[in-house]
């Protein structure tokens, strides 16, 4: 499967119910997308970043994912149909929660992987994407499921 295409975002953002197949997909599109957006919040997109990136997407859905696909997903289309926080606040409902956290954990590990102080747009990304996806900070630190 191509990831990059994001295909069942768009299916779930167009009303269409998932099934367990479509709910594999959907998560590992949302893995892709909010992660390979991540290597774009600072100016310089570092190839350990790229690498990281890569990894946790393996790590979380067990696909392997090209450096071209990461950058595709980082410039999507579908931002401009639906905003991406509109995107992932429609797609939290549908990932169980362990999956929306583990999305987060992930994101913050590609956002500290190239070494650098992690600036001030790095840090509201990820804010905004916990808002978005509705994990509390006690749910990501493991106080509470």
Do not use: W
Not at 60 to 85: C, M, N, Q, W
Request: glycine letters at 2%.
């Amino acid at each position: 499967m191509k990831l990059a295409s994001l295909k069942n975002v768009l299916k779930f953002l167009s009303g269409r119910e998932l099934d367990e197949q479509q709910y594999r997909d959907l998560m590992k599109e949302t893995v892709l997308m909010t992660l390979a957006r991540g290597t774009k919040e600072d100016t310089y997109i570092h190839p350990c970043e790229i690498a990281k990136v890569r990894l946790k997407i393996k790590e979380l859905t067990g696909e392997d994912v090209s450096e071209a696909d990461i950058r595709l997903a980082a410039h999507a289309e579908i931002y401009e149909k639906v905003p991406f926080k509109t995107c992932l606040e429609r797609v939290a409902d549908q990932l169980h929660t362990p999956d929306r956290i583990a999305i987060l954990q992930a994101l913050a590990d590609v956002l500290k992987s190239d070494a650098s102080r992690i600036r001030e747009a790095e840090v509201a990304y990820f804010n905004e994407v916990a808002r978005a996806l509705r994990v509390t900070p006690a749910q990501l630190v493991g106080l509470i499921a």
